[in-house]
């Protein structure tokens, strides 16, 4: 069974509607919509925005679905100028960029006691998610990199520039890591497809409200091809 999680209704309304043999379960209030996806036994969830709610979903994911792979779909902030508005970043790895245990002699993003800082992605997936993209969104760029996820929306030259400079990030998200962390403590495979809907920078929110809709349907498109080749 695979797993996609979009925070936000735009992630993952698209989704529903592709799906088929749909039965919907909702559990600590979010919306487990289980069917088939483009033939692939599939559950769709909207988790609601940030690392808390991300880490909740991720877990009745684990729990009482038993998914065997978990996709993160949605959009984020640029962190680099080559990487655009529209473009699609794949997780190489996710970290989170609000945590800080420095004092502990901890380096920034390192939790202390799980004796890791970023959790590695799945090579496959993100094989698949590599040649899926350029075959469906031919006209837009994907790079492969490290997501950075906390409980912030970005939206200054200072704070992007921090976790840039900090981590060598690809993008900025709320929910990516989370997911992350919590795929990894359960073993389970995980790939964040994000598409970029801002620079993370002063004009984020303005961008963000245009640019949102498209990027979320690029990102689909991309998941729903995904869902098409595993079934084979
Ligand atoms: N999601 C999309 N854009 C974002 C940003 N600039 N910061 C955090 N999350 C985002």
Request: aromatic share 6%.
């Amino acid at each position: 069974m695979l797993g996609i999680i979009g925070a936000m209704d735009i992630e993952v309304e698209a989704l529903y509607e592709r799906m088929t043999e749909t039965e919907v379960r909702t559990i600590a209030g979010m919306e487990f919509h289980k069917g088939k996806l483009e033939g692939t036994e599939t559950v769709v969830v909207r988790s609601g925005i940030g690392k808390v709610n991300a880490g909740i979903c991720s877990q009745i994911l684990a729990d009482c679905y038993h998914v065997t792979e978990i996709i993160n779909t949605g959009v984020a902030g640029s962190l680099k100028a080559e990487i655009n508005i529209g473009d699609i970043v794949l997780s190489s790895t996710a970290v989170q960029h609000d945590v800080d245990a420095g004092v502990f002699s901890y380096p920034p993003g390192e939790i202390p006691g799980l004796g890791i800082r970023e959790f590695p992605a799945d090579e496959k997936l993100l094989a698949l998610a590599k040649e899926c993209c350029e075959r469906v969104n031919p006209e837009i760029q994907v790079f492969t990199g490290r997501v950075a996820s906390g409980d912030q929306f970005i939206d200054s030259k200072e704070k992007k520039t921090r976790i840039h400079d900090t981590f060598d990030a690809c993008c900025t998200e709320m929910e990516g890591a989370a997911i992350a962390q919590t795929a990894w403590l359960n073993k389970i495979p995980y790939l964040i497809i994000r598409s970029i809907s801002d620079k993370a920078d002063d004009s984020a929110h303005m961008d963000y409200d245009v640019f949102e809709a498209k990027a979320a349907a690029n990102s689909v498109r991309l998941v729903t091809a995904m869902a098409k080749a595993l079934s084979h």
